[in-house]
């Protein structure tokens, strides 16, 4: 999900007029231009109604956009906080209207919607039927052709004289769709303007999973209210590298680290270590059949995290993942952490025989505090084995 000023970096690559603007980071990123006129102070977080929120401001001169600066930076809105703020300039807008291109769950076909009323509350205009709203699905193979363009135009009841002006505005956002492999572009309002038309605000949603395509950028994204960690990152790369399996990591502020397989299974995991009283340091998640080294990283991210009591790796059977592969990583990542804490470990799948053998050859010879299970133990069930193991050593003093 990019900031409204990384989507407008898109839509400019692909010929759509934005308002000229400079993203800031502190209050004096901004000059002294008195003859800057009205400009609008925009800060970059993802809610919606921003204005509502006092997330958008029009200043009137250069004290006036420092004073908001100084203001808005660092506070926050809503869960977010804001680090980056669009200073741009205000645009003289004739006529606002409503574009968005995605994918249609139902027909699995891209769409594009368009409206010829956009702006600030649009969404409780389209619920309540009030605004005329044109959609149409779009062949892949052939793409979104002009006379299309042209036509969605015209049902919008767009006035005549614009309709060509629209149409292209289109064709270059559908383009924009795809070579940027794009999940969504929302373009609100699409302005008229004295010199044409021009995305005023956008949201753009890019499909990570295409992003081996697209090296030239490097959008970091874990959480809505803060920058992503050294250890969040490293796994993102480490996954990124290899196409086998997946990992995941998202830090949370609970203090057992947490190492599911599977996605299904690892949110039922963290509700029954919450249901115990506990609370996970991370969301963190491989699956498929990941190499030794996308796990190794994985578990070292999890298992350095400052202040653990404890760690809990846990999995159903995973019918596609080696376990004795994936706990190569684990003993790897373990030896050069050193734990010192409780550590709970419930796999299944195949060569589990194996892995768990590898595991618990390792856990002796360094002396680790663990625990291993196979599939004759219920998955909830370890959750309460660790969460009372770190109760006993809480109670021992060791």
């Not at 090296?215 to 990152?233: C, K, L, S």
């Not at 409780?342 to 595991?359: A, D, N, Q």
């Not at 133990?377 to 770190?390: C, D, K, N």
Request: proline content about 5%; glycine content about 8%; some cysteine.
């Amino acid at each position: 999900m990019l900031h409204e000023y990384e989507g407008k970096a898109l839509l400019k690559k692909h010929g759509i007029a934005v308002p000229d603007g400079k993203v800031v980071r502190s209050p004096s990123g901004i000059s002294d231009d008195p003859d800057r006129g009205k400009v609008m102070v925009k800060a970059q977080i993802y809610a919606s109604d921003r204005a509502a929120k006092g997330g958008i401001i029009i200043c009137k001169d250069p004290e006036d956009v420092k004073r908001n600066l100084s203001r808005l930076l660092g506070s926050k809105i809503g869960n977010e906080t804001v680090h980056e703020i669009l200073v741009e300039e205000k645009a003289e807008i004739k006529k606002e209207l409503y574009l968005s291109i995605t994918y249609d769950t139902d027909s699995r076909l891209p769409a594009i919607i368009f409206s010829s009323e956009g702006g600030s509350g649009i969404e409780n205009r389209f619920s309540e039927g009030k605004q005329k709203i044109v959609k149409r699905n779009i062949d892949p193979l052939s793409g979104l052709q002009p006379w299309q363009a042209r036509e969605i135009a015209i049902d919008s009841g767009t006035d005549p004289a614009s309709i060509n002006k629209i149409a292209d505005v289109m064709l270059k956002a559908y383009r924009c769709f795809l070579q940027e492999d794009c999940r969504l572009i929302e373009i609100n309002p699409l302005a008229e303007t004295p010199t044409g038309f021009m995305a005023i605000d956008a949201r753009i949603d890019l499909d990570e999973t295409a992003g081996f395509r697209h090296p030239e950028v490097n959008y970091q994204r874990v959480a809505v209210d803060r920058q992503p960690t050294e250890r969040e990152i490293s796994v993102k790369k480490a996954n990124d590298a290899d196409y086998r399996g997946t990992v995941k990591y998202v830090e949370l502020d609970g203090d057992i680290g947490f190492l599911a397989a599977g996605g299904g299974g690892s949110i039922t995991c963290m509700d029954a270590l919450l249901l115990h009283g506990a609370k996970p340091a991370n969301y963190a998640e491989y699956s498929g059949n990941p190499s030794a080294q996308k796990v190794y990283e994985l578990v070292k991210a999890a298992a350095s995290k400052p202040g653990l009591k404890g760690l809990w790796i846990v999995g159903a059977v995973a019918n596609f993942t080696r376990v004795d592969e994936t706990m190569k990583g684990v003993i790897d990542a373990l030896k050069e952490i050193k734990p010192n804490y409780p550590i709970v470990v419930r796999r299944s799948g195949p060569f589990e025989k194996e892995g768990l053998e590898l595991l618990k050859k390792a856990a002796k010879e360094h002396g680790w505090r663990m625990e291993i299970y196979g599939k004759e133990m219920p998955l909830t069930r370890s959750a309460e084995i660790m969460v009372q193991r770190i109760k006993n050593i809480a109670r021992r003093g060791d």
